[in-house]
């Protein structure tokens, strides 16, 4: 290597987010981890519809070991940080984000950061959002599928599309409890049924509105498989050529979803995994494990055990989440 190379390759791991310098000998990359950090916990104990599994960063760190995960994405567990009060919203980010990023600085390369910001308060998330890229070097954005009545592709949001768009920024997903559709069915929890339909709700919202074109360089993770979009396609085509305003999604809603990622936690058995690959190519594919709801060795079986090559699934489980994350 000559003296140039050698200050590319320096100038390259300067550049890159610190875990993504790790030895490779843990190969796994985990989109889909969430933390608990105990502020935070206590500020939603009365705010979930079911307890929250125990966890520290010590069992954490031990599940990703146990399942030869590289490096965990850390992300909160829903409902997320607003609740309708500016002040606090602002707070919970602030707290919980350099929790986050102090886990990320003890444990070189394990873990990596989605930060959270306390959307829909525009101010407040731009403010966050600065703070988390600039100072705490997070590697994207954690959003919940929605806020009380609004979908990510509502109007309001838009100066917060505006700023992550300017940042080519990676906008990890996950779902909580709509206001719409609580306690429906007392059966069964409502993560069981209204998670994924809430994931499918927001997509629709992100599409339909024009979001996904207006913004296309934003990189977006879904969880668990699209929710119950795969199933939902053909619904979804019809309602785009029903649309008024084609504008919105000009090369048609295939083509928006090809560009989408797919975190597999919870949709890690067949018929999930077929549907979704239906629709997208592997290289939209990336592993989640939903830990501490679901055990990493569980998740990974799933798409180990699916019938994918060995390339497809190193695919899934690295060299997919570490091409988006590198630009991040």
Not at 250 to 256: C, I, L
Request: glycine letters at 8%; one cysteine or more.
């Amino acid at each position: 290597m000559n003296k140039r190379q050698f200050l590319a390759a320096l100038a390259a791991l300067g550049a890159a987010p610190l875990w993504a310098q790790a030895p490779e000998r843990r190969q796994r990359i985990d989109v889909h981890h969430h933390i608990l950090p105990p502020e935070y916990m206590s500020a939603i104990a009365t705010r979930r519809s079911v307890p929250a599994p125990d966890w520290s960063p010590a069992r954490s760190l031990e599940e990703i070991d146990r399942a030869g995960i590289g490096t965990a994405m850390l992300s909160l567990v829903q409902p997320g940080v607003w609740f309708g009060d500016v002040a606090e919203g602002r707070r919970l980010a602030r707290t919980t984000n350099d929790y986050g990023a102090r886990l990320v600085r003890d444990h070189p390369g394990r873990f990596g950061l989605f930060a959270a910001i306390p959307l829909p308060d525009t101010e407040g998330s731009l403010k966050e959002i600065e703070y988390a890229y600039g100072t705490l070097k997070a590697d994207g954005i954690a959003l919940m599928t929605s806020y009380g009545d609004r979908w990510l592709g509502d109007a309001a949001f838009a100066p917060v599309w505006q700023e992550l768009e300017r940042r080519k920024a990676v906008i990890y997903t996950h779902p909580t409890q709509a206001a719409c559709c609580r306690n429906l069915n007392t059966e069964v929890s409502t993560s069981t049924i209204e998670y994924t339909t809430d994931t499918s709700r927001t997509m629709a919202s992100i599409l339909f509105s024009g979001t996904a074109v207006r913004y296309p360089g934003i990189r977006w993770i879904f969880s668990h498989g699209g929710g119950t979009v795969p199933f939902l396609l053909s619904r979804f085509t019809v309602a785009e050529a029903n649309m008024k305003d084609r504008s919105r999604l000009p090369n048609g809603v295939v083509p928006e979803l090809r560009k989408f990622y797919y975190d597999t936690a919870q949709a890690n058995h067949a018929g999930a995994l077929a549907a979704l690959l239906k629709l997208v190519p592997v290289s939209q594919v990336v592993l989640g494990t939903d830990y501490p709801f679901r055990r990493a060795l569980e998740e990974i079986a799933g798409v180990t055990s699916y019938g994918f090559s060995a390339a497809d699934v190193r695919a899934i489980e690295r060299d997919n989440a570490l091409r988006i994350l590198r630009h991040a």
